[in-house]
């Protein structure tokens, strides 16, 4: 078998404990070799470490780096890792500005170290099939709905509303990366009304017009969903209506049985990041982070109630 990839997590929070470790643990290609995060309970027995430079001035031997940090401080991790040659696969968004995902693109590529922006959304299992659908179609319409609860999926989470958060387009980022990925045209934000609470800095809700070829869409986000979640994209064709649920990982295409198919959107990016690495080749998209950059710069601005988690 070939040298297992070793690997310094960063950022031991809710998405490297929930998705992260049990992919990891799953995947013989990789091995755990040291962790970093500000916080003092990190991975038994695993080498933990209070900074990604304590952890790489410690060794550890290591290939690779996965930041599960929030985007704000992002480019700093990761520009660390890349100047000491380490490999780096960020979780998304991949930082807080499109400058630094640029900066980064251009420090890999001269270091020899392969950059991965990864968009877990897009491994889900309804994603590749929809996009071989809409190839060749005309898209004549488009609905985006990306309605989930702040408080059960991201608690305690401050940074999420604060300046360089991307509230509600932290997980709309998510809808992004598909829409971006299965159109078979560019996408662009038209309009953009954005509420943000009156004792935060990222908004809370959403409504956005999208363009994609000479069709019109929309996008509704909203962090503040109870009850049933809601992760929909509909794309209208000249074929009939692409139905998308649940995050992607439903497919309901016209005059067919829906599809839908186990969960597999971690493993499928590791999967990615090891073949990247083998072939020291980078994957780097940036799309799905300039279109929340442009909501933000077509912005109107209303203030919401003030929040609390
Ligand atoms: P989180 O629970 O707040 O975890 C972030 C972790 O990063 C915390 O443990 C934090 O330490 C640590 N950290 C912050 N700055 C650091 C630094 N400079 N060096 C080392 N560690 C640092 O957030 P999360 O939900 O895991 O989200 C992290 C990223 O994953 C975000 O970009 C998010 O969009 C993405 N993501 C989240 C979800 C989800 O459902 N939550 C799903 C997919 C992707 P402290 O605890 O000590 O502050």
């Known amino acids: 078998m070939a040298k297992r990839i070793r690997l310094g997590l960063v950022g031991i929070g809710k998405i490297a ?7 990891l643990a799953a995947d013989d290609r990789f091995e755990l070799a040291a962790t970093a995060s500000r916080s003092p309970h990190q ?3 695993v080498p933990g470490h209070g900074s990604i430079e304590e952890m790489i001035a410690a060794g550890h031997d290591l290939d690779a780096v996965p930041l599960c940090t929030p985007p704000q401080g992002r480019h700093q991790l990761a520009a660390a890792a890349i100047e000491a040659g ?7 968004p991949p930082a807080a500005t499109l400058s630094e995902v640029e900066d980064l693109a251009r420090r890999a590529e001269a270091k020899g170290v392969v950059l991965y922006t990864s968009w877990h959304s897009r491994a889900a299992a309804g994603v590749e099939p929809a996009r071989e659908w809409l190839a060749g179609k005309q898209v004549t319409g488009l609905r985006i709905t990306w309605k989930e609860d702040i408080r059960r999926w991201h608690p305690g989470q401050e940074w999420i509303l604060g300046p360089g958060g991307f509230g509600v387009f932290d997980p709309g980022i998510n809808a992004l990366s598909i829409a971006t990925h299965i159109l078979p045209q560019e996408l662009f934000v038209t309009e953009a009304a954005l ?10 809700a959403a409504s956005l017009k999208l363009r994609t070829g000479g069709a019109d869409g929309s996008f509704e986000l909203d962090f503040l969903q109870t009850g049933p979640q809601t ?16 995050g992607g990982s439903k497919l309901a295409l016209p005059g067919e049985e829906p599809r839908a198919a186990e969960n597999r959107e971690y493993p499928n990016l590791y999967a990615h990041f090891a073949e990247l690495v083998a072939a020291r080749r980078s994957d780097v998209d940036v799309r799905p982070l300039r279109l929340v950059a442009d909501a933000m710069l077509v912005a109107s601005h209303e203030r919401a109630e003030a929040f609390t988690f």
């Open 17 to 23: 404990r929930d998705q992260h470790l049990p992919a």
């Open 43 to 45: 991975v038994d027995g």
């Open 86 to 92: 380490l490999h780096v696969m960020m979780e998304k």
């Open 195 to 204: 509420r943000t609470p009156e004792n935060r800095h990222a908004p809370i």
């Open 231 to 246: 992760w929909d994209i509909e794309v209208d064709t000249d074929g009939g209506t692409l139905k998308l649920h649940e």
